[in-house]
């Protein structure tokens, strides 16, 4: 099956710790996203990739890492300088079509919890 | 920057009725996209529906269809006969157009939460 796969569901990060939040997709996209989901709140960008070994900054990118070694493949990782990082992340791809008509496919996400 | 306003935080209609969430946006740019996404309980995010803003044509899915108005930057979604599977959060997206192909982000409004009445 085509789609998105998230990994861990949860996780559970320590004080000062960083962690990795795993993303992939088989859908054969060219880019990808991250965001992240506060409660009562939509979801806001952190970070996109276009191409392999290629990233941008979205709206809140401090404290937060990514890499794009392959294309299928684009991991977050959250550092010890995001000081709020409890929230719920969603990874997502799309095609780049000439023209710019894409859609966005999300990923089913991964609850991040500070202990 | 884009903004994306969702005025309603909650909904609640009867099973089988027609229910209209609102949308607006602002923007200084002519050409974007639109998108209304469902998030159920599950968190996972599915497109419910797009419209590009350069078509006049109001965008309609099944029992979605939308009400684009592009002077007034409204972007409301209707849902006819209402369904038990339809209870879920509605959130809009707004984003910008690139006429080369390319990335770019979507802008989110914080969701309307949509409650079915049985």
């Known amino acids: 099956d085509g789609g998105i796969t998230q990994s861990p569901k949860y996780l559970f990060r320590k004080e000062g710790q960083n962690v990795t939040l795993s993303c992939e997709q088989n859908l054969n996209h060219d880019a990808m996203y991250w965001y992240r989901q506060d409660p009562g709140q939509g979801l806001r960008l952190i970070y996109y990739?276009?191409?392999?070994?290629?990233?941008q900054k979205g709206d809140i990118a401090e404290g937060y890492s990514v890499s794009r070694e392959k294309k299928e493949s684009f991991p977050l990782t959250v550092t010890s300088a995001q000081k709020n990082p409890t929230a719920f992340y969603l990874c997502?791809?799309?095609?780049?079509?000439?023209?710019?008509?894409?859609?966005?496919?999300f990923g089913p996400g991964t609850r991040l919890l500070v202990l | 920057a884009q903004t994306v306003t969702q005025s309603q935080p909650e909904m609640s209609v009867q099973e089988a009725e027609t229910v209209t969430l609102s949308c607006t946006y602002d923007t200084s740019e002519s050409d974007y996209y639109l998108f209304w996404y469902k998030q159920p309980p599950s968190r996972q995010m599915i497109l419910v529906i797009r419209q590009e803003a350069y078509k006049q044509q109001n965008a309609t899915e099944n029992r979605f269809s939308v009400n684009f108005q592009k002077a007034a930057k409204s972007f409301s979604l209707k849902i006819s006969d209402s369904q038990l599977g339809d209870a879920a959060m509605y959130f809009c997206a707004y984003r910008s157009f690139h006429s080369g192909g390319g990335a770019d982000g979507l802008t989110f409004g914080k969701g309307t939460h949509l409650i079915i009445q049985p």
């Open positions: 997502a791809s799309s095609d780049q079509l000439a023209g710019g008509i894409e859609t966005q496919y």
């Open positions: 990739s276009q191409i392999v070994n290629d990233f």
